[in-house]
């Protein structure tokens, strides 16, 4: 702030305020742009004290503000106090409900209250479809989401406007954690002609399954544009104007595998999940790859039979995890995951016979940009690896299951079945 103080001449004549400010802010900049926290925080310091000193206008300590992303002046002291009195338990509230933690309180609520109980579930029912409830319960989620959650789209200029993908979010994680913030903070997300997601570009309809149009929370933030994630789900989205749809190829065994106890190893379980692409093939669309780093590290998971649990969960529709964050508590471990945009893969490159080549390209692209941008958000020293149902179980309990006959491998070998014996002598007749 010196140096610049003493290049710029309108600073020594006068000391306006302004002009302080400003210098200060571009000075905040160049701090920023060399990702030198140190040099952001020594810098803002020494911007903020001169423009109070100097009684600079409120309007440019705000403009400071925003550059760093926080405001400085300009919420009242009141408002202040309630944010940090109510702000943490809407926090709660969101994890703890988007995690299916109503499963706790309704039995308990159904054995002591049971009327009750039931005349809120049946009022639940009523109004839950209804516009102005699903946009109020979106906005109270987004007041309790956390704001580190980011979306960013180096590969905007290689999606074509007149062209219509299948975008693949990656990783489940315990259900789409980071995804879930991004969206509960852009409360516009899913409606008609808002554009979608933040820096998506397009709107996008989320396929997960069937039944979350009536699951709380999520049906509140996905409004109508949620569904199955079968073939006939997911084509009718490109059938409309200006809505692609959106999985989660994992599915609920991939989340088993998220664990923040793990940091060396990034599971991904679509090994053997190529229905995705097999869609792709026939429909003639490429797909857009959607990376969320550091989302795995969100929970603690316990690491044993995650091979047995990822192939139940997937029979079960349900993710078998005992996740612990905060205090064993729903509340994340972290809150800085980043989604990153890939670049598309041409599916339509290939025939409709080279599945099993295009499979395999997919998850070669998905690796590759992986590994591009790991050391740039939080994961420099963790490789991604593909899984699937031929996971072995490698742990404690496991090997001990194991010895006993009571575990078994994940893969299953055909039994052939032993040929029936020839009766001894000339064959007899049927009559």
Known sequence: LAQDQQADPR?????????????????????MASSKEAALAGTTTLAIAAAAREKAPVQLLA???????????GIPPVRRLLDA??????????????LFGYFYILPPLLVYKPRQTVMALLMYGAVHRQQWWQKAIHKLCGYGASRRH???????HLIRDDKRYLWSLHPHSILADGWHSVIARNSQSFEDGAGGPPEIGRSIALCFAPVIHHVPIHQEMYRDKC??????????????????????????????????AE???EYSYIKDRKGFVKICLEEGKDIVPCYTFKSSWMYNNPGVLKGLRARISQQLHIGLVAFAGKFGTSMPLLNDTTTVV??????????????????????AHLKEHFDVYKAQYGMPDTELIFVGDDFQDDDPLANGLRKLGILRDGTKKKRSRPAKALPAGPPRSKL
Not at 63 to 73: A, D, E, R, S, T
Not at 232 to 254: C, H, Q
Not at 342 to 363: C, G, N, S, W
């Open 11 to 31: 600073a020594r004549q006068g000391g306006q305020p302004a002009v302080l400010c400003l210098i200060a802010a571009r000075s905040v900049c160049a701090a």
């Open 63 to 73: 403009i400071i503000g925003k550059l760093l992303g926080k405001k400085i002046v």
């Open 85 to 98: 009195l109510v702000r943490p338990a809407v926090y709660w509230f969101f994890h703890s409900w988007r």
């Open 150 to 156: 980011r979306v960013v789209n180096p590969s905007k």
């Open 227 to 260: 569904g199955g994630a079968d073939k006939a789900s997911i084509v009718k989205w490109w059938k409309t104007s200006d809505t692609d749809p959106a999985l989660i190829p994992g599915g609920f065994s991939e989340s088993v595998f998220a664990n923040a």
């Open 263 to 265: 940091k060396r190893f």
């Open 342 to 363: 890939f670049p598309p893969f041409e599916v339509t490159r290939f025939q409709p016979d080279q599945l099993a080549e295009a499979h395999a390209a997919y998850m």
